[in-house]
């Protein structure tokens, strides 16, 4: 059974960091690009960032670029997106999905994915 689990969401205050992890059971991570998306109240889900399962290839959302990172642990079947510099407008649930289509290019389109965590949540605020 393909089953993702988030963690690491919290409270943080304006320029704080967070790592969010996504833990994968039931398939290999490294075999599916592996996306990380949010959505804040009232607003549609938007893509952060993901990775490639092809060759590895990540990519950001204007937003984030140059704070947030994506990476993955094959040995721990688990993708972590690292948030540094936070601001009051990163607030959302975040979740990660997996795209299934092997050794595929990532993209940001959540429509693009097929399984999902259920979502961690990410405060920013003094």
């Known amino acids: 059974q393909v089953q993702l689990v988030e963690s690491g969401g919290g409270l943080v205050q304006p320029g704080g960091s967070l790592r969010l992890s996504c833990a994968a059971s039931?398939?290999?991570?490294?075999?599916?690009?592996i996306g990380w998306f949010r959505q804040a109240p009232g607003k549609e889900r938007e893509g952060v960032s993901c990775?490639?399962?092809?060759?590895?290839?990540?990519y950001y959302a204007d937003s984030v670029k140059g704070r947030f990172t994506i990476s993955r642990d094959n040995a721990k079947n688990t993708v972590y997106l690292q948030m540094n510099s936070l601001k009051p407008e990163d607030t959302a649930v975040y979740y990660c999905?997996?795209?299934?289509?092997?050794?595929?290019?990532?993209?940001?389109?959540?429509?693009?994915?097929?399984?999902w965590g259920q979502g961690t949540q990410v405060t920013v605020s003094s």
């Open positions: 999905a997996a795209r299934n289509l092997l050794f595929s290019v990532c993209v940001l389109g959540q429509y693009e994915y097929d399984y």
């Open positions: 990775i490639s399962s092809s060759d590895g290839s990540t």
């Open positions: 039931g398939f290999r991570l490294d075999y599916y690009s």
